[in-house]
């Protein structure tokens, strides 16, 4: 089924049409994983996990890359400043090596939680220096870069007559007008950006790379270019990531891209906005002052009530963060999981199939075709389970279809009658131990669950669980 989608570079919503007949080729540009991801990180993620779900519910083949940003993220935009990945390693007494590998896994861990799917490829920017070097020779031979000594191989973006064209020409005068405030004023014009950055003299990186220019590393947009052309090819279908991309860091990689092969390098570029909170209105990772999943769930949350405080609002609309719309949204979730379970009961064991011609299901797939509008289709979802006019089990076997989407596991605890009798009886044992304020064995339990693949949280509302692997 067709899909209309949002294109930053347009401004407008287009049909989306795909390089290849019904497969759609993404990419998302992935987390930088020097600390934690933050909950504004994890909004940008659960959309864009709603996109793939969205395409592949409508009919659409979807391979997706998503890289890991462990190497040349500087903590200033202008290609200057400490690497995020060696600021993490001081701050934490580690190796950058270690910080990445750490931050890796808590992120997938979060991301995992949240029932976001695994993309089809993950790649480390570590593991592409080459394609990296090989990008930036290209563009050497090709004349648009040029060497600051002691400093780097810069990209010329006025030999790129279209630069900017993602943010527009108001974004490109804007940044000549902050030229004052640039701190690199080798630079020739303030736009340009780091291709590969020389390691400085005297001192020795943790990540540093020989290369035709010298020791150093990759400037940090050069990543995304190489891995997205390597797994998708020159040109992409979709180009996704948060609303702060657009002005330097996408408007970069469509620079050097395209600079590169002539052609264009991502057809749709679909945009999250930010999610924002305190006096500020910023949730910024680098000042070390911000929100994670843990301190959700830290609070007895579900992650999943934080997923579906996401999908209440669409992509496009900016969030504003408060705890009352997650407690709202947790309420709204119990409620919505307990009409999937009542429907659940009142099908009972009679057949159920998908009714597609159903007024509901038409609501539900358009509101997805609509550029991936989660809400409308969460409204169709309530409407649907509520509506008694609909046979119970065709309004079970849309839950079960919407699921696919939604991944909000609203029978979740309709389950815990079908856990193993033994594992189950396991679960009682612990609550037991508890009671008797035997934390020993309580804990012992609690491994053993772990072992056969069920997780046991304990929680201001009391103990749940749930399974680790499907
Ligand atoms: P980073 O780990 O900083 O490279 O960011 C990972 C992803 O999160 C990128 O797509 C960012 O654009 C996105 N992002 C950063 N801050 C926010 C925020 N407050 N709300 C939504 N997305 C964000
Ligand atoms: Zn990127």
Request: hydrophobic share 40%; glycine share 8%.
């Amino acid at each position: 089924m067709d899909i209309r989608l949002y294109n930053t570079l347009t401004r407008q919503k287009e049909l989306f049409k795909p390089l290849r007949e019904n497969e759609a080729g993404i990419y998302t540009c992935g987390p930088t994983v020097y600390h934690y991801a933050h909950i504004g990180n994890m909004r940008t993620y659960i959309a864009e996990d709603g996109l793939v779900r969205a395409l592949r519910f409508l009919g659409w083949k979807v391979k997706r890359v998503m890289n890991i940003t462990d190497v040349g993220h500087l903590t200033s935009d202008a290609d200057s400043g400490e690497d995020k990945m060696e600021l993490g390693a001081k701050r934490e007494g580690k190796t950058a090596w270690q910080i990445a590998k750490f931050y890796t896994e808590a992120f997938f861990k979060d991301y995992k939680d949240l029932n976001c799917l695994q993309p089809e490829v993950v790649c480390p920017a570590t593991d592409y220096i080459r394609e990296m070097i090989d990008l930036g020779v290209a563009l050497e031979k090709k004349g648009f870069t040029y060497a600051i000594a002691g400093d780097g191989l810069y990209f010329d973006t006025a030999k790129l007559p279209d630069y900017g064209k993602l943010a527009g020409k108001a974004h490109v005068e804007g940044i000549k007008e902050g030229a004052r405030v640039e701190a690199n004023s080798a630079k020739r014009h303030p736009a340009d950006f780091a291709v590969w950055k020389f390691a400085a003299a005297g001192e020795k990186r943790q990540m540093e790379w020989e290369s035709p220019w010298g020791k150093g590393f990759p400037g940090w947009h050069m990543e995304c270019s190489a891995m997205a052309m390597k797994h998708l090819g020159e040109t992409i279908d979709i180009h996704c990531g948060g609303e702060d991309h657009v002005a330097i860091h996408h408007t970069n990689e469509i620079a050097q891209s395209e600079a590169a092969t002539g052609k264009p390098f991502s057809n749709y570029w679909m945009h999250i906005r930010f999610l924002v909170t305190g006096s500020d209105g910023k949730m910024s990772k680098s000042s070390g002052e911000f929100l994670t999943l843990a301190t959700a769930t830290g609070k007895g949350y579900d992650p999943l009530a934080y997923r579906y405080y996401c999908l209440l609002t669409h992509y496009r609309k900016q969030l504003e963060f408060s705890w009352e719309g997650v407690e709202a949204a947790a309420r709204g979730l119990d409620g919505l999981r307990a009409l999937a379970q009542k429907v659940k009961a009142e099908a009972g064991t009679a057949p159920h199939s998908l009714d597609r011609e159903a007024k509901y299901f038409k609501d539900f797939t358009s509101a997805l075709a609509d550029d991936v509008n989660l809400p409308a289709a969460l409204a169709a979802l309530w409407e649907t389970l509520k509506d008694n006019s609909i046979p119970a089990p065709q309004r079970l076997a849309f839950a079960l279809a919407a699921e696919e989407v939604t991944a909000l596991d609203l029978f979740k605890d309709a389950e815990a009658g079908e856990l193993a009798p033994e594992v189950a009886a396991l679960i009682k044992d612990r609550e037991t131990a508890r009671k008797n304020k035997d934390w020993k064995r309580s804990d012992e339990l609690r491994k053993e669950l772990l072992d056969k693949g069920v997780l046991i949280e304990d929680t201001p509302k009391g103990t749940k669980w749930k399974l680790t692997r499907g």
